[in-house]
């Protein structure tokens, strides 16, 4: 339950310490005094939008703090353990928002993203506000009533996301198949390429041997003429060859006697030539040996060329890109061949979703004809409570063909006002004040079935009082019985119930006006209910009347 607010800074209000108990707690002041201040500020804690214009004039900041005690709330206990927050029985909600804007909210000190708080505080407090009337004439609303009733968000979430599960499955799988037509061609065509790719077995840098080897068969006779010549000149001829020449040489140079450097340095340069001449013939020689003049190996290598630079030219490609190419259209091949197994897998995927969200919503829809049944009958007590002995309300489950996000079934309100009517839509039979009522009497119900510690009536009271208000207030603190209730209120038969009484102020300086709140003393709280009685001018007549209704819930 809440236990405390604190407000500094915030709109009109300039400091606020705000002790709140168990049981239901009336709100009440004149018009215009800041009544929805608190539950505005209240809102901020739980992670509603700020604006900078919500900081008191002449502020910094403004600065919220909302204590709870969670003691006995275990889902609120779970969530805090399940995102690392302590609580130790307790729960703090802090909200800061500075003069240009910007805010931050804390749960338990700890800074925290305004979603996050949003999700701790719907277990925390559920708001039923003045205009929830016109909520209900929406049918999306219908659902979120029934479920919320019978106890069926968990469910009702559950098939959601089945129902998107399946959904992205699905478009998945339309994808894919879309694409399958036009894959096929292309995996025609890739297997044809690889094929032929596969037989051309272009191995690698096997071009360029192929092209020296061309080159080497066609001046193969030219080549072994000028080999010879050059083995001759070099070592081979008998009258004259370089081996003979450099030795000549060599020898002319041991008969000078000197022992000049320059005479050393040229005998072993000599030495060295000769070394070198020798080698490069035996070079040439084992060159010679692997040179033949062979047309047959010759038309080989020819046509074994000419085949590879025509698959080049097909694919638009220079010759030594063949390999790279082979590969990347393997990998291509490879790819679409897993994009059919896909395509298998996923038809299952999406057969198996599907059952899932058949399987989830059929359950959901025995729950919710069941739960339509009750809340009809207890609704349909309430509004004759209320001043509408004739009205029944159907909670009217209507069957889709196909399951949607929300389960297989559209929910709608049906009310009947006057007997012997059919029943119709609300928004075509129910009056303002009929649809108050039926408005007051659903949220009653639903409080009732309620696992929030915490519930906030604002002014839902409007449009009705005499005996129905005072059946209204009797409601709500039979209701403050087993949970925390707070009731912001104009109305004296419903203000009278309250186990605890605030009353909402404003007074005004030279420079501001500032709203307080006050809990209210037996004395005050009778001058209070007179004033709701009475209006501006307070009578005995209206403090007697105000003591007896007071009288009655002692």
Known sequence: MLNQLTIRDFAIVESLDLELNQGMTVV????????????????????????????????????????????EIPSVEQWLQDNDLDNCGECILRRVITKDGRSRCYINGRPSPANMVKALGE???????????????????????LDDFAGLNKLAEQTRHAFQHWSKLNT????????????T??????????EELDQLALQENELKQLEQEQKTLSNAGEILSTGHEFIGLASDNENSNCVQSLNHCRQLLTNIESESPSVRQAAEMLDSALIQVEEASAEIRHYL?????????????????????????????????????????????NSLSRTDEELEQLEASVESAYSKIIELAKKLSEKRNKGAKQLSKLVDQQLHSLGMPAASLTVQ????????????????????TNQGQPAKPLNKIASGGELSRISLAIQVITAQTSTTPTLIFDEVDVGIGGAIAE???????????????????????????GHQHLFVSKRSDKQQTHTQIDQLTEER???????????????????????????LQH
Do not use: W
């Open 185 to 194: 061609s292309r995996i025609q065509l890739l297997s044809y390429q690889i």
């Open 172 to 183: 998945e799988l339309t994808r894919l198949s879309e694409q399958s037509a036009e894959q």
């Open 525 to 551: 709280r009778i001058e209070e209910v007179a004033r709701m009685l009475g209006g501006i001018s307070i009578t005995e007549r209206s403090i007697e009347h105000a003591k007896e209704m007071l009288d």
């Open 123 to 145: 277990h925390l407090i559920a708001i039923h506000g003045q205009h929830e009337h016109q909520r209900l004439l929406k049918r999306d609303y219908h659902r979120t009533l």
């Open 397 to 416: 489950p209507s069957t889709l063909e196909k399951p949607t996000a929300n389960g297989l079934e559209d929910i709608e309100f049906l009310i009947v």
């Open 289 to 333: 040996d692997r040179v033949e003049i062979n047309p047959t190996r010759q038309q080989e290598v020819e046509e074994r060329l000419s085949t590879i630079f025509e698959i080049a030219r097909k694919h638009r490609i220079k010759p030594d890109e063949i390999t790279t190419l082979h590969k990347e259209l393997q990998q291509e091949f």
């Open 28 to 71: 009440s002041g004149e018009t215009g005094a800041g009544k929805s201040i608190m539950l505005d500020a209240l809102g901020l804690t739980l992670g509603n939008r700020a604006e900078a214009g919500t900081v008191r004039l002449g502020a910094e900041k403004a600065d919220i703090t909302a204590s709870f005690n969670i003691a």
């Open 471 to 497: 059946v209204v207030g009797k409601l709500l603190r039979t209701l403050g019985q087993s949970a925390q209730i707070l009731c912001v209120t104009h109305q004296p038969q419903v203000a009278s119930q």
